[in-house]
């Protein structure tokens, strides 16, 4: 018998924690980049440091090769094993054998299980990708690897394996999971937590990919203007000089948006598209007539203020009409 048989679940959690672990190493570096007491030339800094660059693609490459065993698991953990069928020990009073004591197909051979088993549909281009990692990754495993690589090539190259693999969403999603279960984050409430772990991780990957490659891994257009989440938005307003909470997107898309949706906290808030009362404030979105979603100000008051000089106006009006 073959025992310990992977399942595709298994695979899964060893892919989404090999692309967390790459991406830490990353942005964990970039943020002491960053608040170092001197100014560093960030260039410089990652050329010195290409083999944290490296490892990262390692991990990379590890989680592409299990998020396509897992996909092959569904079908059959056999078809993962390589050698002669006719040395499997599956024959009455055979004795057992651990699944982790066979030889595994080759990487090659992987890929062309993994597109043989699909049942899902891919993009024609994860093809090329997976292509892509696995000759990086044998420059670095094999050879002297004379690549320059970037922190950006690394987070862009992390979130497509995400995105090509598990669709849009995916990249944020697993990160969420992952942290509302940390133990370093326990204690957190959930406030907290979306702001030091979440928001710090949403504006990097922003900063470091650009606008128009961060939109492909969301499933609302994160080009358009964005707003404040109610359900996000700090009541400690100094935070909000610290941090970027502009993370809710109106959608569908066009003028008759009437729904905002956060990619921070991944909830959807039904908003009114009104003027803000507020001077200086263009905004039009607005939530249960309380809560302006550009600049952030409770607008109860100025509403309220505004509404009474309406009917005042129309009651003058009415009396001047009247008495004519
Ligand atoms: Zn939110
Ligand atoms: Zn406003």
Redesign the pocket.
Known sequence: MITNQPTPRDYKSLADSCLTQAFDIIFETDKIIDNHQKKLDEEIVWEYLQDKLNASVVLIHQAIEANMKSVVCSTSPYLLIEGKKNEWPVLPNQGNKRFDEFFSISSESLVYVFFATARDSYDDKIADHIEYIRKLRNQIVHGISRNRLTARDLISYILDTYTFFDGLDAWWDSLRNYYFEHPFNAGMDQGEL?TVVFIERLTYAWKKIGKSSFSKHFSVNTKERSYF????LPEDKALLKKYDYK??FLFPEGKNASLIR?I????DNQVSRVSCPIEGCAGTVIWEDYLCLTCGREIRDELRKKKEAITKIIASLSVSANTH
């Open positions: 979306e989440c109610p359900y996000c993370w809710a956060c921070n906290c991944t909830n």
